[in-house]
């Protein structure tokens, strides 16, 4: 099981430039969930997609955005970028109905540095 | 959601039992508590969950009093390779929800 992978491992980026994200998630789930973590801080939600569409949505703005493929990888979009863009996007996946109350499987995250 | 307050940092020493606690006053009914490792450059990593007295794994062991106002995180006899920021959440989530992160614990071990 190769658990949840994200692509690509580390991406340089100038400001106002647009970039994507990939997750696929572990084999039998089909949740995805993505976070941005800042340096030194937690990951904070950004949203959770299910059945191809989005689900949950956290506090971020509409420059980010994703999608959900049939066979549950996603990717998430990132628009007009701003230096504060710059983190770590982690994607978590998970099964509904299974599994315990807010146990979700991370990938090793994709470190995003906007210049 | 509850809101967390857990220690910004910890130091112990290997072979050491390593207790953190968190204190979130304003759990909800329906509320779990759950706790999570990440190494750096890492994603989180679920430890243990729990809704009230005591639950152990092979990893570790939490404790929530009765008034569900705090818990606590305790790792046995830890080693260097325990070091890392610890997690906890507080909520529903709705199964599989959206997480809350604060900023966690940073554990240090020391030889």
């Known amino acids: 099981d190769a658990g949840v992978t994200q692509s690509p491992t580390h991406l340089i980026k100038t400001r106002g430039q647009q970039v994507t994200l990939r997750c696929s998630p572990k084999s039998g789930h089909d949740t995805v969930s993505w976070y941005q973590q800042a340096l030194g801080q937690g990951p904070q939600f950004i949203f959770q997609y299910y059945e191809e569409e989005e689900r949950q949505r956290g506090n971020f703005p509409d420059r980010f955005s994703g999608h959900q493929f049939p066979n549950y990888s996603s990717e998430l979009n990132v628009n007009a970028l701003l230096l504060g863009d710059s983190a770590l996007y982690l994607c978590?996946?998970?099964?509904?109905?299974?599994?315990?109350?807010?146990?979700?499987?991370f990938g090793p995250g994709t470190r995003l540095t906007v210049l | 959601l509850a809101k967390t307050t857990q220690p910004i940092s910890m130091d112990s020493y290997e072979g050491q039992e390593v207790n953190i606690t968190c204190s979130h006053n304003?759990?909800?009914?329906?509320?779990?508590i759950t706790w999570y490792q990440q190494f750096p450059s890492q994603g989180p990593r679920f430890i243990i969950q729990g809704y009230k007295t005591k639950v152990t794994n092979e990893v570790a062991s939490l404790f929530i009093p009765a008034d569900r106002k705090s818990s606590t995180l305790s790792l046995p006899r830890v080693s260097l390779s325990d070091t890392a920021v610890y997690y906890c959440?507080?909520?529903?989530?709705?199964?599989?929800?959206?997480?809350?992160f604060g900023k966690g614990t940073k554990l240090s071990v020391k030889p």
């Open positions: 304003n759990i909800a009914t329906n509320d779990y």
């Open positions: 978590a996946s998970s099964s509904r109905g299974q599994g315990a109350y807010n146990e979700q499987f």
């Open positions: 959440l507080v909520g529903a989530g709705g199964s599989q929800g959206n997480l809350i």
